[in-house]
């Protein structure tokens, strides 16, 4: 049971339907959820899958958001033979270890789907006019999507490279300047020349969370 591109990626008219966030992260924490749904499920006793799960393993963020799964016996399972393979390693061939660092099934998956949305959006505003407004409405993107998105449209090239690039600027820039302003106007209530203490920060008291995110591509509520 191969993990089908179906697995992870989404329709794009669906990330831009919802209002809220980036959607290329809100398509990331689909695609994640999705992914570790299909691995810890039947998919687990595959063997195509099995024999990947324990040459990558997990990162540490996906191992933590495994263990919160309700099928912990499928993650036991392919930590077992994780596990066992790393010590018949240790004791054959100890220099071989290194290969074993330093990789993540999960995050391997969600860089290829992050790749083939960015292509998808790219490709839907090329070719269907209804879409390009639907694009424009988003909130905003992040600053990791955005770079992807501009890196799809650079492979892409055409002639609606540049009217895209331009429409991903203004998506951008919605968001990027709003956080910006936010982060200043945190940082200045801590100024004592503006005479802010014991004000109510209102709005700016999320500003810190919503800028390590806007920055971290984990911006699903920006």
Known sequence: MPLRESIY?????????EKCGCPLCRAAAIAEKRISDFILGPA?????????TNRLGFCKEHLSFLANHKNRLSLALMLQSRIKEINEEANAKPKALNAKLGHCFICEKLEIAEKKNAESIVRTFS?????RELF???????????AALLSAADKAGGKAKKEFQKAALT????????????????????????????????ELKNAVENASSFLSADCKEF
């Open 171 to 202: 998506l951008f820039k919605k968001k990027s300047d709003k956080i910006e302003s936010d982060i200043d106007g945190f940082c200045a209530m801590f100024d004592y020349r503006n005479n802010t203490e014991g004000n109510d920060f209102g």
């Open 9 to 17: 990626t989404i329709p794009i008219n669906d990330l831009f339907s």
């Open 136 to 146: 424009s409405e988003a909130e905003g993107l992040c600053f990791p999507h955005y």
């Open 44 to 52: 687990m006793m595959e063997p195509d899958i099995r024999m990947e």
């Open 127 to 131: 070719e269907n006019r209804d879409f």
